[in-house]
């Protein structure tokens, strides 16, 4: 199998990162179409600056460029694109039916939604096949993608959700973590020191949800003791509204999803 990516930004790198550091293909089974070679010397894997070229020459094709230009290279590629092939897309808001309609016929292609924390081999992807995708393919692509990620498939209406739950969520949570850590910095830590501690609490609290079973507000109510340190800080955080501020981000952020 011919593994193409359009794209070779910092996306496409934990994909393929995670592909072969998993030794689901080898390196010289991968080929990376963009104007800028960042990822040869890198990772081993051909590289073209021809669009055209790589999409001819992949079984299975992620366009892994920006929603801005999707349009543009659709436009190029779609005549060298076969119906054998498997297409996979990255980009918020660009539906099966606006992928259809652009490259001019029904093709087999499936829209995830990966995050940032795939660079770490941390992520979380959504994916979502079209009527087209047979489940050979679909087992294909839940293996690619979960070589740097926790995949799950959901239906195309709960992908704007995704987007904003965990597409964009990790800005969220870095600003936290920054807060945090600059509260700390004004009690006198050293900055370094500061993140390592606020940044290892955020992971050993997901590591907790995702891993206990427990419901989030049952985890909080295990470190809030009567009348101690820990209720009084939920207590300012519920004052501030904390909950409303996350909930109406989130919400800002599917619906910008939703109309792109």
Not at 12 to 20: E, K, N, T
Request: charged share 20%; aromatic share 6%.
């Amino acid at each position: 199998m011919t593994l193409g990516f359009i794209g070779g930004g910092n996306m496409a790198s934990a994909i393929m990162g995670g592909i072969i550091g998993q030794g689901i293909l080898k390196a010289d089974e991968i080929i990376v179409a963009d104007r800028v070679d960042n990822v040869s010397e890198r990772f081993g894997v051909r590289y073209t600056s021809d669009n055209t070229l790589c999409a001819r020459e992949s079984d299975v094709l992620f366009l892994s460029v920006k929603p801005q230009v999707y349009e543009a290279v659709i436009g190029e590629i779609r005549d060298a694109v076969s119906d054998r092939q498997l297409i996979i897309t990255i980009a918020p808001g660009k539906t099966l039916a606006w992928l259809a309609d652009k490259f001019g016929r029904e093709l087999h292609i499936i829209r995830t939604m990966p995050n940032t924390p795939a660079m770490v081999g941390a992520g979380m992807t959504a994916v979502c096949p079209n009527e087209s995708v047979t489940e050979d393919e679909l087992k294909t692509a839940v293996t690619l993608l979960s070589s740097f990620s926790r995949t799950e498939i959901v239906p195309e209406n709960l992908m704007d959700v995704v987007t904003a739950v965990s597409g964009s969520s990790p800005a969220y949570v870095f600003m936290f973590i920054e807060a945090l850590a600059d509260a700390a910095v004004a009690g006198g830590m050293p900055r370094k020191q500061a993140y390592t501690f606020a940044a290892q609490a955020v992971m050993g609290s997901a590591k907790m949800v995702l891993e206990s079973g427990k419901h989030p507000g049952e985890l909080k109510d295990m470190v809030c003791s009567p009348a101690g340190t820990t209720i009084e800080a939920v207590r300012v955080l519920e004052r501030l509204g904390m909950r409303s501020a996350v909930f109406e981000a989130a919400r800002a952020c599917e619906e910008v999803s939703r109309n792109m």
